[in-house]
């Protein structure tokens, strides 16, 4: 599939309009209720499936199927997601009128970083081959290790990221009740 600039152009506009209109309207810091949370994740579901429904009309059936396909296989694959984000959330007992903020912020730094690393993957792919079963063999120890440790307690603290993050900028180990 042959994409145009601006529509590459166009789609990263109307992500970054999304997230703004979600940042903008979730400033006042609430405890978001179930039916607000269900009323936001219908509204992004029928966004992601229209766009299907615009890959339908200008590509056809059978790229539209593909996206399709794959926005069901992420939509499947986030949901062990939630239960990440809730075990996180009750471990540093992240208040629930900042728990949209923290997640937005969460999501939109996987998303810069999984963009970096995918354009660094590609450009990797393409000038050294040979990576490939580096990356395979970091993905088969990576299962392997979360196989055999599955019943480890949760430590945080412990985690060496956290603690190097730690000399660099200010991480606090309560919550202070301040709304920025």
Same mark, same amino acid.
Do not use: C
């Given at each position: &599939?042959?994409?145009?600039?601006?529509?590459?152009?166009?789609?990263?506009?109307?992500?970054?309009? &999304?997230?703004?209109?979600?940042?903008?309207?979730?400033?006042?810091?609430?405890?978001?209720?179930?039916?607000?949370?269900?009323?936001?994740?219908?509204?992004?579901?029928?966004?992601?499936?229209?766009?299907?429904?615009?890959?339908?009309?200008?590509?056809?059936?059978?790229?539209?199927?593909?996206?399709?396909?794959?926005?069901?296989?992420?939509?499947?694959?986030?949901?062990?997601?939630?239960?990440?984000?809730?075990?996180?959330?009750?471990?540093?007992?992240?208040?629930?009128?900042?728990?949209?903020?923290?997640?937005?912020?969460?999501?939109?730094?996987?998303?810069?970083?999984?963009?970096?690393?995918?354009?660094?993957?590609?450009?990797?792919?393409?000038?050294?081959?040979?990576?490939?079963?580096?990356?395979?063999?970091?993905?088969?120890?990576?299962?392997?290790? &979360?196989?055999?440790?599955?019943?480890?307690?949760?430590?945080?603290?412990?985690?060496?990221?956290?603690?190097?993050? %730690? %000399?660099?900028?200010?991480?606090?180990?309560?919550?202070?009740?301040?709304?920025?």
């Amino acid at each position: &599939m042959d994409v145009p600039t601006w529509a590459w152009i166009a789609f990263v506009a109307f992500i970054i309009a &999304m997230l703004g209109i979600d940042l903008f309207l979730h400033r006042d810091h609430h405890a978001v209720s179930v039916k607000e949370a269900a009323i936001w994740s219908l509204v992004w579901v029928a966004m992601g499936t229209t766009f299907g429904g615009v890959i339908w009309w200008l590509e056809g059936s059978t790229l539209a199927t593909e996206y399709i396909t794959g926005y069901l296989i992420e939509k499947s694959l986030s949901v062990d997601n939630i239960f990440v984000f809730a075990l996180i959330f009750s471990y540093f007992a992240v208040p629930l009128k900042y728990q949209h903020n923290v997640l937005f912020w969460g999501i939109f730094g996987a998303l810069v970083f999984r963009a970096i690393f995918i354009f660094a993957g590609i450009a990797l792919l393409e000038q050294f081959h040979w990576t490939i079963y580096v990356f395979g063999a970091f993905l088969i120890g990576t299962g392997i290790r &979360m196989f055999f440790h599955q019943d480890e307690n949760l430590q945080p603290e412990k985690n060496p990221v956290l603690k190097a993050l %730690r %000399r660099f900028a200010p991480i606090s180990r309560t919550t202070t009740g301040r709304s920025s």
